[in-house]
Each structure stands twice: as C-alpha cells, then as structure tokens.
C-alpha cells in the first residue's frame, strides 16, 4: 500500500507557466481534497473532491482546476502560474461515512513560481 | 467562513517540561482534531474527539473536547526533542465530516 502519493516532490515555474500536480490514492478512498500550506497561514483547502465526478471549490479555488475522473485521482491544475502560488501543496484523502474518519495526507510538493 | 483561532502561535520550551495549547471557534464542531506536522511532512493525525467533554490520550498526549463545543485543548506531557513540529486543531465544515478546516497552527520547539 502506497498510501497517497504526490508528484513532483519539487517544481520551479516560470509566471504564466501550466502544470499538473499529480496526487493518487490506492486506498479507495472516495473523498480527496487539495491544500496549500503557506508560513503562518495553516492549511487552507483549494478543492475538494467526494467522489469519481463531482468537485467543489474550497476557500482558495482561484486560479486552480481540478477534476475526479477516477477514485484513484485527483490532479490539480495551474493554468498560468503566479507568484502568489508559490507554496507547499498537500493532497489528501478520507474515507466517508458515519462518524469522523481519519484523512490521509501525501508528503506536498513544493512550488515556487519566479 | 468558519475559522479555527490557535494559541500560542509558537512556543519555546525545555525538554521534560509539559506544553498546553488551545483552539477556539465562533462556530460549534462535532468532531475536534488534532494533527501534527513533522518538518518537511504532511500533517498526521494525533487525536480525534467526538463528543462535548470528552478527554482523549495518545502516549504521552491529552486533547480535550470543550463543554461548549467551540473549543478544544492538547496537552503534551514530559516534552521530548521528536515533539518538534507544529501541531493543527482541525474541525469538519458540515456534518458530513468533510472537508475539513484548519487552525494556523502551533510551533512548538523543544530545547534540549
């Protein structure tokens, strides 16, 4: 069991750049989430996903994509790259259903955008 | 939108000393949860509590669910130098018990 893996681990962008940050699961878990983590900010969700086909905007969406296509995962999407992007990124995952259960983080990746 | 308010920001302590920390919420949570974040990790979960009083330990840590549900405590006892790290209060959005939002978090540095 990988657990939740994200790729890159690291990523330097250029302003105006696009790239995917890459996040999987093999737990079956049907809940995903992304996070970007900024000093003295905490976390703060960007998307969320309950399941295979459905997203939703968390309290940062501006300038990310994100689409569910499979359980598996869950990619996020800079479209053109702005320095105020520059962040660690956390994916994460839950399994839903009565009663709080425990939600899984992946190891980030780091962005700067110049 | 709801926000979780952690304190201290961050802390200095002497190993084997006992930390305390708080969250508070102008909106009431059914769940409290405690995470901690490793230099260079993401954050793992420590506690979860769920119910209004309840008093929860994990080794040497102690997290409490406040009476009025808009609060919650953590508690290390006999701090050693791997306690290092920052430590999240976190809370579900709606009662579907996600997403979940976060406290800025508790630094907490320990000195040998």
């Known amino acids: 069991n990988a657990g939740v893996t994200q790729t890159p681990k690291f990523q330097v962008l250029k302003t105006g750049q696009s790239m995917t940050l890459q996040c999987a699961q093999d737990m079956n878990h049907e809940y995903m989430s992304w996070y970007r983590q900024d000093p003295g900010m905490g976390l703060r969700l960007i998307h969320y996903s309950v399941g295979a086909g459905i997203t939703d905007q968390g309290e940062v969406p501006n300038g990310y994509n994100v689409s569910r296509s499979t359980t598996e995962d869950f990619p996020l999407r800079l479209l053109s790259a702005a320095p105020s992007q520059t962040s660690v990124y956390f994916c994460?995952?839950?399994?839903?259903?009565?009663?709080?259960?425990?939600?899984?983080f992946g190891p980030g990746t780091r962005l700067t955008v110049l | 939108g709801q926000q979780l308010n952690q304190s201290p920001q961050s802390m200095f302590i002497q190993e084997g000393e006992d930390v305390s920390m708080n969250c508070t919420s102008s909106?009431?949570?059914?769940?409290w949860l405690w995470y901690k974040q490793d230099p260079g990790e993401g954050p793992v979960l420590l506690i979860a509590l769920y119910k209004a009083g309840e008093l929860t330990s994990n080794g040497r840590l102690t997290a409490q669910f406040g009476i009025t549900r808009k609060d919650s405590f953590l508690n290390i006892s006999a701090s050693i130098p791997s306690d290092v790290g920052i430590y999240f209060c976190a809370g579900p959005l709606n009662s579907g018990n996600t997403p979940l939002v976060f406290g800025k978090g508790t630094r907490l540095s320990v000195i040998a």
């Open positions: 994460a995952t839950q399994l839903r259903g009565r009663g709080y259960n425990e939600q899984f």
């Open positions: 909106s009431i949570f059914n769940t």
